[in-house]
């Protein structure tokens, strides 16, 4: 483009217009929008419980050992006049993914944001990783994770939630036909399928070896599916938080006064930081993004050469 080239938009009106994000136009930007996220009894998911809340979406929220916890998120999301319902899963077995996925649908009845967000830590080092370590991190973190997504997926898109299951094949051929202009896309309104996965989806913990790779996994899975969705009107995207004050970490929520030499902010996260960026991805703005990855870690990720000392020195 030269420094001459002119606008095209000539008037006020046409200006006003075009001041709208693709994903807004035609959409009723006050509709309920409903809302799944897995892990939602403390931390991240807890408070993105609240923060899509406040923006309008019922939820429905999993737990796996601590219903009071979760009971006292579904109380909070109450408090701001949404519905919240309270499943139990337990994704040890994966396969308990696809009940709780369709009950929790049916509850709120139907499916615009999934957040994947349970998930745990292990603190196991290469080369001395066990298979039954290894199964059981893979099975919860990405095992679990994906077909929990795959199941939502296919309810976001009107398909039969029990049609092959293992592949996206019936999606892709879905997005081919949108794409060519043979059909019309399957939803009216935006779908947004969100993982929290983590910093260490793409750089080492020497500390956790296993978690490492249940993260990397969850990386190439965003981007395969992203292709997988597309022109469906549903996007796929990652969070990748870095040292965040949640019951995984053994921290309280307000345990971020505290000196991280190797972070740029100098303080682990609160959790309500990584809630805000869920939100982002999860409105209707952000239509442009999808298969992508985003850190939130206090400048971790830039700063590798110093976490790492941190986590050897762990190890």
């Known amino acids: 483009m030269s420094a001459s080239t002119k606008s095209k938009i000539t008037n006020l009106q046409d200006l006003l217009d075009s001041n709208v994000a693709p994903g807004k136009r035609d959409v009723d930007t006050t ?18 419980a609240l923060a899509l809340a406040e923006d ?48 929790m649908v049916a509850d709120l ?9 349970a998930g745990i830590m292990g603190m196991q080092q290469f080369p001395n990783l066990e298979l039954k370590d290894l199964t059981e991190m893979f099975r919860i973190n990405t095992f679990g994770a994906v077909l929990a997504i795959q199941r ?7 398909m039969d939630p029990d049609g092959n299951e293992s592949t996206f094949e019936e999606i892709a051929t879905m997005a081919r036909k949108a794409l060519t202009g043979n059909v019309s896309g399957p939803r009216d ?3 947004r399928i969100i993982i929290n996965t983590s910093v260490h989806e793409h750089i080492a913990s020497p500390a956790d070896t296993i978690y490492t790779m249940t993260k990397h996994a969850l990386g190439g899975f965003i ?26 970490n053994d921290m309280h929520p307000e ?22 960026m869920v939100k982002y991805i999860a409105s209707d703005e952000s ?22 000392e941190m986590y050897q020195q762990m190890v």
């Open 31 to 48: 509709r309920t929008r409903k809302v799944i996220i897995t892990g939602g009894d403390s931390g991240i998911g807890r408070y993105t």
């Open 223 to 248: 981007k395969c599916a992203a292709f997988a969705l597309a022109g469906t009107n549903i996007t796929i995207n990652g969070v990748r938080p870095g040292e965040i004050a949640t019951p995984l």
């Open 255 to 276: 345990d971020i006064n505290n000196d991280r030499p190797y972070l740029t902010v100098r303080r682990s996260g609160h959790p309500t930081e990584i809630a805000s």
């Open 109 to 117: 009845g139907g499916l615009d944001i999934f957040f994947n967000n």
């Open 287 to 308: 239509s442009f993004i999808s298969g992508m990855s985003y850190d939130v870690d206090g400048g971790m990720a830039i700063g590798e050469p110093m976490s790492q």
């Open 189 to 191: 309104t935006p779908g």
């Open 56 to 103: 309008n979406c019922d939820i429905a929220i999993t737990y796996n050992a601590h219903r009071e916890d979760a009971e006292l998120t579904a109380e909070a999301v109450r408090h701001f006049g949404r519905k919240c319902f309270v499943h139990h899963l337990d994704l040890s077995k994966p396969e308990n993914a696809l009940a709780a996925v369709d009950a």
């Open 152 to 158: 939502a997926t296919r309810h976001m898109l009107g």
